[in-house]
């Protein structure tokens, strides 16, 4: 069995950013440099892998691209500490490593024939962004796909033009906003949540997911129940500082779960028993 | 490189010059041609009030054989003050790795004005021998990474 | 194998047999007793209480290296285990013994993780009974133990006054036993049943227990009780407790570099620390000692239990006998129960 | 010794009044001899309070040890007042605790115990090994009497005092609100001859000395926790940018963990030697610490943690500094 | 959004400066193998401009964003390239230099270790520069205006100056009148001018200067700011007087009931005054003042049926009611000039000052030979304590002539044995002076004096010595040990230390020449504007050479004998130095503030104030911040004050002050690099 400690090496094929300012954010679309990691490598929406530099450090990150998605994985990234800044140091035809895919995966095949919304706010799209491709490249397999985002201002929406080219091809009801008021914003003004309210998905046959800011989870969970969503049809990603991700080092443990494992994906339902997964 | 011997032993040694008395001192040995030992490496800072004794540590943990801090004469500052922070911080620092088996001689100080290159001259010369005499500084060495 | 017995004369010799391969045994560095690899039988100190720090750095290094890289070199050289060789733990205590089967499952649990089961595979432990408590904290017999337990040993002596007792337990302990079967004589009738006896009075010195039935399913339960607060007010949030405790496990990984080689590597890490849960953010969602102390004792005596079925504590007693300010995880048990 | 009554009710008192909102003070430990901080937030739980040449901790770390989790909004910080049980070596460090700033004299409420020694409690296990039911430890004139399992046993004080207690010479503490017995007269004499001994040493017994101590260092952090003069909001020594000490456990690193920690109690310890008692891998961290105590003594005639006006130590300096081994 | 770090390493060879010694090509080979570097070239003169170009070519071409020089020092060309990186946009604090011709190719003769050294220094350069970031260079707009603190000969003529520049100045003396210690002085060495001829007319134009707002009787509160804009705080002290009401026809003063009663400070309590004053004749400006520590009705709240002076003054002008008045301005430049104080010569008791009304102190022996003193000009042995309100018709007792006059030099300066180290430096002038003034008015009178050292220094000094000395004055080497009485003469005990002999000198009087002082109230101006003394407790310049006149503060500058003893010359011409120093910055409008200054992370201090203490710019505070809903103090840094020398940071125990440029992150990895050995 191949020791899970020791990355593989990718080729950064493209590289640019989604959202400016001290925390930003930056995609990186990766192919393995040695092409037979394909054989073994498969992810599923949800997982995650260790993405780092030796000499730097390693950090768990979702991947953000769906298996759907051939020859490439994306990792979007926000810089924050000492291993994302170095990580957003490098560009196209550099290299850095990863190791996975991690943890488990959003139920996407429970979820056939299901009408689907996510809700997320910021970076919180990143775990989002495969469910809808995986979504969109099995379009008949689900109902309708509603898609409910939301950042800051406008410079810090991620993945800007995938939301226009799917408000242009209409198979995903799309509602977007901004936290405040800006000239020639054609969308909703406010927070995630109250822009739950305003798109007011039905709850039948649904499943919500959403990632996003604990404050922003907080208050969605909250409009969700007032919406009618019960705790089982209510997906979430955790996201605890991880070392190993691996299920070992113990780090990333909220109560009995190790998020790295047994997560990052739970249901609400899940999580109401787990006191310190909203911690 | 090959083992040092003690003959053959050139010891490494990390200096942190202030930028107005001490490193323009160094500068002023290099205009009047004043030859010295090349073991000596600066790092430049604007007063030796900047350096903190832990960079004495840190220096010596990754391999240097001995530190020097010099900086203006008492009195002589350019902050007024940094050198007798400094004086105190070293004294202290120098006692405490004298005791904890780290020769004296590796931890020096000196204060070289900007008209002093020839003293320069000396103090590298001094303390470049006074490490000689002790030795190579293994003890406190990070383990070698071997790849 | 029959059992064996080692005369306490022939004990240094058996060592400087052993010693060939990488041996550990218990040693005297000032007062303090400390596992170390031996080289010199004298070294070795048989006649101990228990050692301070478990003997669980054997096979779980404070430091480990993963793997070595150079800058700029996409190469990845990874740690062989395989090259440190045979490794002998010589007299641990059954406790420290078990406390590696508890850990066992956590390396195996899905990933095998690939340094620690190479050299649990590498190693054999020798056991060494307790005639004796070692202090007056030990419970082992609350949490599984025994103060003969011989859970995971592949030998076990039992000091019988002159001589040890040798019980041989598994086939790697055989082939041990063989290398030092000169040293050895076959153990004469009624030393098993002496042993027995001893055992018997070994337990019954036990001065501590909790019954601890119960506790897993509690704990959670607790959540939100003021005990945590109160059995965690005087902690200090050092790492003691945890990095004394044979059954602690939690890692931390990070990368050195030197003059453009480095490695990654793996040092033990504490959830007692603020900084093991901290978010780069500055968010934590265990902010203070009173989070902390209950993660501990809950994973220790629910969580652990409910993923592999087994308590990760041995009853040891060194997180009481050494916590500087006598934070006892008997009365928080006791607490517990009684809540 | 401390009428146990008179303490209690002087507690009691204290902990009644309206700004005070908890009492720190000592309570009989779960097994043995020992006693263990307590942390009183009301006047029923003063009839735990004890003091006895057990009690060992220093308080004052935790005025300083208590961790601010974020404040839910709208949220009023407690700002009552914090009533503390000092000994004489506790009190300084209230004292330096002031001189740095960590908060103001009227934060607290001091509650003085002029004290002629506590005990190892190493040594009093050692003697008396395996005492698992409550004992107690009473000082009577030049012994210290021990009571357990239905025995008294009288040993001389000096067999069981603390080392730190050997060398006190602030046995009455230097600050306080209200003293709770008579002051103690200075009854020993600090004359650093521990430090002059190893000073005395070759470099190279110095260093292997210390190299067998370091190598034991298990870097649990316990010595710099327990510290009351140790509370930076985020220690140099955890930092990773930049890396001033690397977290791997060898002599190296842990070499340069104990210089950097004794450095920077330079000036500032002040020689409680809770560093040293709660070692689990008895590393004689006050060896360190006494290095450099009596080196500032010698040199800057400076002691800290006895006025609350001094400057620190190193914040500061005269011309006249001595400076012989400058070139 | 974080550029990845792109180096570029330029190595010089300058001619054959560097090359000759050190393998240039082997540094460039060397170098670009070094992580983040893009490019590594030499050239011959990297600081010509072909050299320059080089450089922004490649940032324009490749797009670095860092730039390591190795040539010569960084303190011949830092800022040559900073401004070659600023030319073409790049932020010029993103140079590091690495020095391979002054601290390398020219002091070592070995090629292979020159080289190795100098790879090791470029390293180390590209190592700090790949974490270096941008900094601002800071300018801050100066107010065209000047606080000077203290109206004396120093004061006014910086005023004047300033004035007479067109800047604005605030002139505050904390005495009814300007004037100063000059005032008080008969007449001057060695020219023998009248003192108070040549400084009144200065006194009146400060009065009358449309630049200048004098405020007298007045006291700076409070200093805030940093150069170019500092607030202040003036209280203007009630004089019970409305000074535009008063005609100063001195008709108040004589009807005082206290009349005569009052010691004048002015004449140093020989002379009397009332309770409502003018300190002296000439004072400026001439408007009375009531002395409400001794006056009648305003400490008991009762002066007979009415206040006599009230009664008196015809102008109306005495207001009982009147209130200390504060003031507040901007300044942008601040002098003091708070000049000195006597020795007080009751510390020196040997000498028996206070005890035998014949010993004098030499300012007191100048109000006595002053013309407009209390004795009118008469070298006469001053009644003290006996000036009662003489009854009517009572003789006055004649006071006495003496025709034995001693003068004892260094009374409390060179002196361990008060904590006075120093030399007055004007003693020994003033006390040839005075004696040739005693030898002038009593021409018979024998006149000694005792002196350790004569320091005629001064243009003129050495002739004026040597003529005092023509005229029989006696120079006795040796400091007297005791003066006692014995019968109705005084006897001076002392060594002749010339012929090592001991002796009594019987004297009539004696005149001590008192040293120079720091003001005893020296602390309020230290506290207010966070000066520094130097060790004999004066005022701290900031370099004892070269910026005599500065502080460490920028924009506070010392005039006069506030920084150290001084005599009328030099205190004028450090005035006008003064003055001219405020004026650069009042006159460029601006001023740059230092860019590599300290930074503090308040998410880490823990508000210990070490670094509070030892700033000598008093550059840091701590100020409350909330952390996370908690009040914390922690420290923060006044750029405009920093001058980046980073005590700071080396004192600060989390590493939470640190000083840009030079942050533990930088000079870290640059230890990592030089400490390996080859």
């Known amino acids: 069995m191949k020791n899970p400690y020791i990355p593989y090496l990718v080729e950064i094929l493209d590289a640019w950013y989604e959202a400016p300012g001290d925390r930003c954010i930056k995609t990186f679309k990766v192919t393995f440099a040695d092409p037979a990691v394909w054989d073994v490598w498969s992810h599923r929406p949800g997982q995650c892998a260790m993405v780092g530099i030796p000499g730097v450090g390693e950090s768990m990150f979702c991947v953000s691209s769906s298996p759907t998605e051939q020859g490439y994985l994306r990792f979007s990234i926000m810089k924050t500490g000492r291993n994302t800044s170095a990580l957003h140091e490098l560009e196209a035809g550099d290299r850095f490593y990863v190791r996975g895919p991690y943890g488990n995966t959003f139920p996407l095949d429970e979820w056939k024939g299901k009408n689907i919304v996510t809700i997320g706010g910021g970076i919180g799209q990143a775990p989002l962004r495969p469910v809808i491709q995986y979504i969109r490249d099995n379009r008949d397999d689900y109902g309708e796909l509603t898609v409910i985002y939301g950042a800051r201002t406008s410079a810090d929406h991620c993945f800007k033009q995938e939301f226009e080219e799917m408000n242009a091809c209409g198979d995903v009801c799309c509602h977007l906003s901004i936290d405040v008021e800006e000239e020639g914003w054609p969308h909703f003004v406010g927070f995630v949540p109250q822009l739950l309210l305003e798109a007011e998905p039905k709850p039948d046959n649904a499943i919500a997911v959403t990632c996003g800011p604990p404050i922003m989870i907080k208050f969605v969970l909250q409009n969700l129940e007032k919406l009618g969503f019960q705790p089982e049809q209510v997906y979430t990603t955790l996201e605890n500082r991880m070392k190993c991700g691996i299920g070992k080092c113990g780090r990333c443990n909220a109560g009995p779960l190790y998020v790295c494992k047994d997560g990052p994906v739970f249901s609400y339902a899940q999580l109401k028993q787990v006191p310190e997964a909203f911690a | 490189m090959a083992e040092n011997t003690r003959e053959t032993f050139e010891p490494n040694i990390v200096a942190f010059l202030c930028n107005w008395c001490s490193y323009a001192g160094a500068d002023l040995a290099g205009t009047s041609r004043i030859h010295y030992p090349s073991n000596v490496k600066v790092v430049r800072v604007m007063c030796t009030g900047r350096v903190n004794p832990l960079f004495v540590m840190n220096a010596l943990q990754q391999g240097a054989d001995g530190v020097l801090v010099s900086g203006c004469h008492p009195g002589d500052c350019h902050y007024m003050q940094g050198n007798y922070y400094a004086r105190r911080r070293f004294t202290l620092m120098r006692r405490f790795l004298e005791y904890l088996g780290v020769e004296p001689a590796r931890v020096r100080m000196s204060w070289v004005s900007a008209s002093e290159g020839s003293k320069w001259k000396e103090v590298v010369e001094e303390v470049v021998e006074g490490v000689k005499a002790v030795g190579p500084m293994d003890q406190f060495k990070r383990r070698q990474l071997n790849w | ?339 | 010794m401390v009428d146990q009554a008179k303490l209690r009710e002087v507690a009691r008192e204290v902990i009644s009044r309206e700004d005070v909102r908890l009492l720190i003070g000592y309570r009989p430990g779960t097994y043995g001899f020992r006693a263990r901080p307590a942390f009183v937030e009301s006047a029923e739980q003063v009839e735990e309070l004890v003091f006895t040449p057990a009690c060992v901790s220093n308080l004052a770390s935790y005025l300083v040890l208590e961790e601010k989790p974020p404040l839910p909004r709208g949220a009023e910080p407690d700002n009552r007042k914090v009533a503390v049980m000092v000994k004489g070596c506790d009190s300084r460090a209230l004292v330096q605790q002031m001189v740095e700033k960590a908060y103001e004299r009227d934060h607290l409420v001091v509650l003085g115990i002029p004290c002629s020694g506590v005990v190892d409690m190493a040594r009093v296990e050692a003697r008396f090994p395996g005492v698992l039911s409550a004992g107690s430890i009473i000082r009577e004139g030049d012994d210290f009497v021990l009571s357990f399992d239905g025995k008294t046993e009288k040993v001389p004080a000096a067999e069981l005092l603390a080392d730190k207690c050997k060398r006190c010479r602030y046995p009455t503490p230097l600050v306080s609100d209200i003293m709770l017995d008579d002051e103690v007269e200075r009854f020993a004499e600090d004359d650093f001859s521990d430090i002059a001994e190893l000073e005395g040493k070759s470099v190279e017994e110095k260093w292997a000395y210390w190299a067998e101590k370091f190598s034991r260092c298990i870097r649990c952090y316990s010595c710099r926790n327990v510290c009351p003069m140790c509370y930076c909001e985020d220690c140099i020594l955890d930092r990773l940018k930049p890396v001033w000490m690397r977290r791997s456990v060898d002599i190296s690193e842990n070499t340069a963990f104990h210089i950097s920690r004794a450095y920077h109690l330079a000036g500032r310890c002040i020689q409680c030697g809770e560093c040293a008692r709660v070692c689990p891998v008895d590393i004689p961290l006050m060896e360190l610490n006494r290095k450099f105590y009596k080196d500032v003594e010698e040199l800057y005639d400076y002691e800290p943690g006895l006025s609350t006006e001094a400057t620190p130590l190193l914040s500061t300096f005269s011309v006249e500094d001595r400076e012989d081994f400058i070139l | 959004m974080n550029a990845r770090p792109k180096i570029g390493v330029y190595i010089c060879h300058c001619g054959i400066n560097i090359a000759a010694t050190v393998d240039v090509e082997e540094v460039v080979r060397f170098a670009s193998t070094l992580p983040d570097v893009v490019v590594a070239r030499n050239y011959s003169y990297m600081c010509s401009d072909p050299g320059q170009a080089l450089i922004t070519e490649d940032i324009q071409n490749m797009g670095l964003n860092r730039v390591v020089v190795a040539s010569c020092s960084p303190r011949m060309h830092e800022p040559t390239f900073r401004k070659t990186l600023m030319s073409v946009g790049l932020n010029p604090y993103f140079l590091e230099m690495a020095n391979i011709r002054e601290q390398c190719s020219w002091v070592h003769e070995d090629r292979i270790a020159a080289t190795e050294k100098a790879k090791r220094l470029v390293e180390s350069a590209v190592v700090k520069v790949r974490r270096l970031e941008p900094l601002e260079v800071k300018e801050v707009e100066v107010e065209p205006s000047c606080l000077i603190i203290g109206a004396g000969i120093a004061g006014i003529q910086a005023a004047l100056d300033i004035a007479d520049a067109g800047f604005k100045v605030y002139l505050v003396e904390k005495t009814p009148s300007v004037g100063g210690h000059m005032a008080q002085l008969d007449k001057t060495f060695p020219t023998l001018d009248c003192s108070a001829c040549i400084l009144t007319p200065k006194m009146v134009d400060v009065a009358n200067h449309p630049n200048i707002e004098l405020l007298t009787y007045s006291q700076v509160e409070e200093i805030s700011g940093y150069v170019g804009n500092f607030d202040v705080k003036v209280r203007k002290k009630s004089r019970f007087v409305d000074v535009s009401k008063c005609t100063g026809c001195g008709a108040c003063a004589e009807a005082c009931r206290q009349a005569g009663r009052i010691p004048s400070e002015f004449d140093e309590g020989l002379g009397m005054r009332s309770c409502i004053y003018l300190p002296f004749p000439q004072a400026v400006p001439a408007k009375y003042t009531i002395d409400k520590e001794t006056c009648l009705f305003l400490t008991r709240g009762k002066c007979g049926d009415s206040p006599k002076c009230v009664e008196a003054c015809e102008a109306g002008a005495i207001d009982f009611e009147m209130k200390d008045e504060m003031l507040e301005f901007k300044v942008g430049t601040i002098i003091v000039a708070t000049g000195f104080d006597v020795f007080d010569a009751r510390n020196k008791p040997e000498y028996g000052y206070g005890t035998y009304p014949e010993v004098v102190t030499a300012l007191e022996f100048e109000r006595l030979v002053s013309a407009s003193g209390p004795y009118g000009g008469k070298v006469v042995i001053p009644q003290r304590g006996k000036k009662k309100k003489k009854k009517e018709g009572e003789e006055e007792e004649a006071p006495r002539v003496p025709k034995n006059i001693t003068f004892i030099q260094c009374v409390g300066s060179r002196d361990k044995s008060v904590g006075n180290e120093y030399c007055s430096r004007v003693c020994c002038m003033y006390t040839a002076k005075q004696a040739h003034l005693a030898k002038d008015k009593i021409p018979d009178a024998e006149i000694t004096i005792f002196y350790m050292d004569v320091r005629a220094f001064g243009k003129g000094y050495e002739e004026f010595y040597d003529r005092v000395r023509r005229e029989g004055i006696r120079y006795i080497r040796g400091n007297p040990s005791e003066i006692f009485r014995r019968g109705d003469k005084l006897v001076v005990r002392a060594e002749d230390t010339l012929t090592a002999t001991p002796m009594e000198h019987e004297t009539d009087m004696v005149v001590l020449s008192v040293g120079l002082m720091p003001r005893s109230d020296r602390r309020e101006i230290i506290d207010l504007l966070k000066l520094s003394s130097s060790p004999d407790q004066f005022y701290l310049e900031a370099h004892p050479k070269l910026r005599p006149v500065d502080t460490a503060t920028d924009g506070i500058f010392l005039a006069g004998a506030c920084q150290g003893p001084k005599d009328i010359p030099d205190a004028v011409g450090q005035a006008k130095g003064a003055a001219s120093a405020a004026m650069i910055l009042m006159a460029s409008g601006k001023v740059k503030v230092e860019a590599q200054t300290s930074v503090v992370d308040e998410a880490t201090c823990r508000g210990c104030g070490f670094c509070v203490e030892i700033c000598p710019y008093s550059a840091i505070e701590l100020v409350e911040v909330n952390r996370m809903g908690w009040p914390v103090k922690v420290a923060r840094v006044n750029e405009a004050l920093c001058k980046g020398c980073g005590a700071c940071a080396a004192a600060c125990l989390s590493g939470s002050i640190q000083q840009r440029s030079f942050r533990d992150l930088q000079i870290l990895p640059q230890i990592e690099v030089l400490g390996v050995s080859d």
Request: with cysteine; net charge negative; proline share 6%.
């Open chain 3, 1 to 339: 194998m029959a059992d064996k017995i080692l005369k306490k004369d022939k004990a240094a010799e058996a060592l400087k047999e052993l010693s060939k391969f990488r041996l550990f045994a218990p040693a005297k560095s000032d007062d303090v007793v400390l596992f170390r690899q031996i080289e010199d039988p004298a070294e070795a100190c048989l006649d101990y209480a228990n050692s301070t720090v478990p003997p669980k750095k054997v096979v779980f290094p404070q430091t480990e290296t993963l793997f070595r890289f150079k800058l700029g070199n996409p190469e990845l050289r990874e740690k062989n285990v395989e090259e440190e060789g045979t490794t002998v733990i010589f007299g641990l205590r059954p406790c420290d013994a078990r406390a590696m089967s508890i850990v066992d499952n956590l390396f195996s649990w899905d990933y095998e993780d690939p340094y620690y089961l190479k050299r649990r595979e590498l190693t054999t432990l020798v056991g060494m009974a307790c005639v004796t408590p070692p202090s007056v904290n030990c419970f082992c017999a609350s949490v599984g133990g025994e103060p003969f337990g011989t859970e995971n040993l592949d030998l076990l002596l039992v000091d019988m006054g002159e001589e040890y007792l040798v019980k041989v337990l598994t086939d790697k302990g055989g082939k041990l036993a063989e290398t030092i079967g000169s040293f050895m004589e076959n153990a004469p009738e009624g030393a098993a049943a002496k042993a027995e006896e001893l055992a018997g009075a070994a337990r019954e010195a036990l001065s501590r227990s909790i019954d601890t039935s119960g506790i897993e399913a509690k704990l959670p339960a607790l959540w939100d009780s003021p005990l945590w607060k109160e059995v965690s007010a005087a902690c200090l949030g050092c790492g003691i407790c945890t990095y004394l405790c044979p059954t602690c496990h939690c890692f931390d990984i990070q990368d050195e570099v030197e003059d453009a080689e480095g490695r990654r590597c793996r040092m033990w890490d504490s959830c007692m620390f603020r900084e093991y849960t901290l978010h780069a953010s500055g968010h934590n969602p265990r902010p203070t000692r009173k989070e902390r102390t209950r993660n501990r004792i809950s994973h220790k005596y629910s969580y652990f239990p409910g993923k592999f079925g087994v308590i990760a504590c041995v009853g040891c007693g060194r997180c009481v006998n050494l916590c500087p300010v006598n934070i006892d995880i008997l009365e928080i048990l006791g607490k517990v129960v009684e809540a």
